[in-house]
């Protein structure tokens, strides 16, 4: 029972990682009044360029941070369309959903001889463990604990970005013009550069958690590898109620739900596996319909803002 249990949490903090980078982008982004749901194509982006990376450099770390920095130009498309030229910021997002998948498998076949998968990455070359070793092989606390460096750092992040948001200038900042951005422009705060710079992050952080996904979780990139997770997150932002705290504790959910599906496919109990693959995207839909109840987004959420308009 107990092997089961710590074989279910670990799962959990292992797919919970990508969710709760990207959403922690989307807090970002939607704070500072710019909804991002190009997530998923700047997860995607992230996932690609991060397995790509790391098998040609053979640096675990380097590819991390070329997955974010290639999330963060994605998101630079997306600042310039909804923040420059105040286009609809929906539709720039879908438009980012469409252009992360086909970049990735353009460059995909380009480097890779026409494949749309790249190369595993060697086991050398995964994430390091830091607690690998540190418990006795197979036992309770070497199962929970014994996780990928991007799982304790998507957790140090979470706090990291709570205190950036609450207890700085730069997060007040942020806060103002995603609630009222013409009181933040008398006030003499450059909206279009923290917005500028608020979706940039969050496209780093997409990029952070599709690494994770093609670096730790599995150790390659493939078309289906992200799949949907972006928009779970962008749902674990919402669940969370735009806040850093909360979108982890929905991710972790999430992740739950797929660490269940991972431990009754391993189990003897007779489940179709369609049945289980569709669980994180019902208990998605269960979760944003009947129970987030009243998620108020920042008031100038979604709204272009054009300098000298009352």
Request: a positive charge; zero cysteines; aromatic letters at 14%.
């Given at each position: 029972?107990?092997?089961?249990?710590?074989?279910?949490i670990?799962?959990?903090?292992?797919y919970?990682?990508?969710?709760?980078y990207?959403?922690?982008?989307?807090?970002?982004?939607e704070?500072?009044?710019?909804?991002?749901?190009?997530l998923?194509?700047?997860?995607?982006?992230?996932?690609?360029?991060?397995?790509?990376v790391t098998?040609?450099s053979?640096?675990?770390?380097v590819?991390?941070?070329?997955?974010?920095?290639?999330?963060?130009?994605?998101?630079?498309?997306?600042?310039?369309?909804?923040?420059?030229?105040g286009a609809?910021?929906?539709?720039?997002?879908?438009?980012?959903?469409?252009?992360?998948?086909?970049?990735?498998?353009f460059?995909?076949?380009?480097?890779?001889?026409?494949?749309?998968?790249?190369?595993?990455?060697?086991l050398n070359?995964?994430m390091?463990?830091?607690?690998?070793?540190?418990?006795?092989?197979n036992?309770?606390?070497?199962q929970?604990?014994?996780q990928?460096?991007?799982?304790?750092l998507?957790?140090?992040?979470?706090?990291i970005?709570?205190?950036?948001?609450?207890?700085?200038?730069?997060g007040?900042?942020?806060?103002?013009?995603?609630?009222?951005?013409?009181?933040?422009?008398?006030?003499?705060?450059?909206?279009?550069?923290i917005?500028?710079?608020?979706?940039?992050l969050?496209?780093?952080?997409?990029?952070?958690g599709?690494?994770?996904?093609?670096?730790?979780v599995?150790?390659?990139?493939?078309?289906?590898?992200?799949?949907g997770?972006?928009?779970?997150?962008?749902a674990?932002?919402?669940?969370?109620?735009?806040?850093?705290?909360?979108?982890?504790?929905?991710s972790?959910?999430?992740?739950?739900?797929?660490?269940?599906i991972?431990?009754?496919?391993s189990?003897?109990?007779n489940i179709?596996?369609?049945?289980?693959?569709?669980?994180p995207?019902?208990?998605?839909l269960?979760?944003?319909?009947?129970?987030?109840?009243?998620?108020?987004a920042?008031a100038?959420?979604?709204?272009?803002y054009?300098?000298?308009?009352?």
């Amino acid at each position: 029972m107990l092997a089961s249990i710590a074989f279910i949490i670990g799962t959990t903090l292992m797919y919970s990682t990508p969710l709760i980078y990207t959403a922690l982008g989307g807090v970002i982004s939607e704070n500072s009044g710019v909804v991002n749901i190009g997530l998923e194509g700047m997860m995607t982006v992230g996932a690609f360029v991060g397995a790509t990376v790391t098998y040609f450099s053979g640096n675990p770390w380097v590819g991390f941070l070329a997955a974010g920095l290639a999330g963060g130009l994605l998101a630079l498309l997306h600042a310039i369309a909804s923040v420059t030229f105040g286009a609809d910021q929906v539709v720039s997002g879908i438009a980012i959903n469409f252009l992360g998948p086909g970049l990735s498998l353009f460059f995909s076949r380009f480097f890779f001889e026409g494949s749309t998968m790249t190369k595993p990455i060697p086991l050398n070359q995964m994430m390091p463990r830091p607690f690998n070793g540190v418990f006795p092989k197979n036992s309770f606390l070497d199962q929970i604990f014994n996780q990928y460096a991007t799982v304790y750092l998507a957790f140090v992040l979470v706090f990291i970005v709570w205190y950036v948001l609450y207890y700085t200038r730069f997060g007040l900042r942020i806060r103002a013009v995603g609630e009222h951005p013409k009181a933040a422009d008398t006030l003499g705060v450059n909206v279009f550069k923290i917005r500028y710079i608020a979706v940039i992050l969050s496209g780093i952080f997409a990029g952070f958690g599709g690494a994770a996904m093609s670096i730790a979780v599995v150790s390659n990139f493939r078309p289906t590898l992200i799949s949907g997770q972006g928009f779970i997150a962008l749902a674990a932002m919402i669940f969370g109620k735009w806040k850093p705290q909360g979108a982890m504790w929905a991710s972790l959910l999430f992740g739950a739900a797929q660490g269940l599906i991972v431990y009754l496919g391993s189990t003897a109990i007779n489940i179709s596996s369609q049945i289980l693959a569709m669980l994180p995207y019902i208990l998605t839909l269960i979760i944003l319909t009947g129970f987030v109840g009243k998620a108020v987004a920042p008031a100038a959420d979604g709204i272009p803002y054009e300098k000298g308009e009352r």
